[in-house]
């Protein structure tokens, strides 16, 4: 085990902490403990610092066996691990775990979400993917439970279904690319939210990749696409001079057309 996993899980996960003691806070609620395996070293750091903005106490570790010898003694309330790691596979570390377990996956197409989903995975992300869609299905599962996810969000006559990453229109499909949906998301989290190029980059691109030219590349493709689906001039999204874009609800048409 390395010494920065081993500072990790002393500081976050470690039985002594206040998550033990959440009866004798009064109604504080305590910390929820997540747990994030990735083999890939600077991406495993980067996800164990973005949950902790959400307060979790959040530990990172590279593999199967650094997780069970974390695990001994309590288990996490969410992992995040990829699909495939050392010595096993994300579905049965979570089984071990007795755990909810989002499943990050570098495989494309359909069918491999599917499977895993139909297996056990309480949800699945495709790599690449953005940090914030990440943070917020953390929070989802946690707030709600195993069985409360949050499949679908609607806004008009727009439905965007995260599980299986499809986008609707009055019930017709409105195909985009993986990063066009994560664009999308990115822009729907709050809708009427302005967003500047700066955080759509760190919510819809991978980490250190990108730049503000790719959000207007790819901006200006979801707008044409949304356009073309029915959705009206430029799609709901609207620039905001010097700041951004933003997803307008002002913009959208009536969904009893």
Known sequence: MTSSSQELIAS?????TSIGSGAAQGNAKAPAKVLVVEPHPTLRTVLAQRLRQDGHLTAAVGSRQE???L?????????????LIEHGSALRLAHQLGCPVIVLTARAGIEPLVGLL????????????GLEELAARCRTLLNRGR????????????????LLRQVTLREKPVELSPREFALL?????PPG????????LRMAWPPFSGGPRSVDTQVLTLR??????????GGGITTVRQQGYRFSLDNLPDSSH
Do not use: Y
């Open 224 to 233: 044409r696409k949304l356009e073309q689906a029915g959705l009206g001039e």
């Open 185 to 189: 998301c990115a822009l729907l989290m």
């Open 12 to 16: 976050e996960l470690n039985p002594s």
């Open 118 to 129: 139909d297996d056990g995975a309480d949800d699945v992300m495709r790599k690449p993917f």
């Open 193 to 200: 939210m302005v967003r500047s190029r700066q955080e759509l």
């Open 147 to 162: 069985s409360g996810l949050q499949e679908k969000v609607e806004v008009g006559p727009l439905e965007v279904h995260l």
């Open 67 to 69: 997780a069970m010898d």
């Open 71 to 83: 695990c001994r003694d309590q288990s996490p309330d969410l992992l995040v691990s990829a699909e």
